[in-house]
């Protein structure tokens, strides 16, 4: 006879914060349960949540810098670090937020005021909900897959986030395309 084990306990942290995530996906109905509809979120962070990209600055990062982050790895220096890339110009995030696709979603001012004109990126806030309206409506393809499952004998309902492989890997979609000049691995290596 086996021991009953929990369904996670073999699962890496990030497995489980996966799961996690999903499950109040699930039970919500939101696609960012961690916040508020009413937050505002910076819009390079929102950037990188929407599409999964990273953030390029302009920003040179002083090699002295560098240097004494890896003799230690004391995160005050990831601190600065971090601080410099902010305060450079980042690439491609008013190209995303301008683009006619994403023009819906309101940018705002750290007091959530929205803002007509020209935009300071370094400054600009997303409101979550705004953000989540666009991607329900838009973005089908973005959303996790919350809605129950019926069997095939259409009794029995399972949660997505219990369907979930061990590994918490699951392919959402199954076509080849190129994404925000991003690539596409179309043989899976």
Known sequence: MQPCRHPHAGLS????????????????????????????LPAWEMYVRMTGNAVISDAEVPPELIRQYRENYDPQYLDTIRDLQLSGRSAGLSQFWTHPVQRSIPIRTSAGLIVDGKIN?????????????HIRENRATKLSDTKPTTTTDGTVRIASPELLPE???????????????GSYDEEGR
């Not at 995530?21 to 919500?28: E, I, N, P, S």
């Open 167 to 181: 590994n918490g890997l699951l392919p959402h979609l199954n076509c080849s395309r190129r994404i925000n000049l």
């Open 121 to 133: 990126w370094q400054s600009a806030f997303v409101r979550v909900g705004d953000a989540e309206e």
């Open 13 to 40: 942290l990030s497995g489980r914060l996966l799961r996690e995530r999903l499950k109040r996906q699930a039970v919500t109905g939101r696609i960012f349960p961690e916040y508020a509809e009413d937050a505002l």
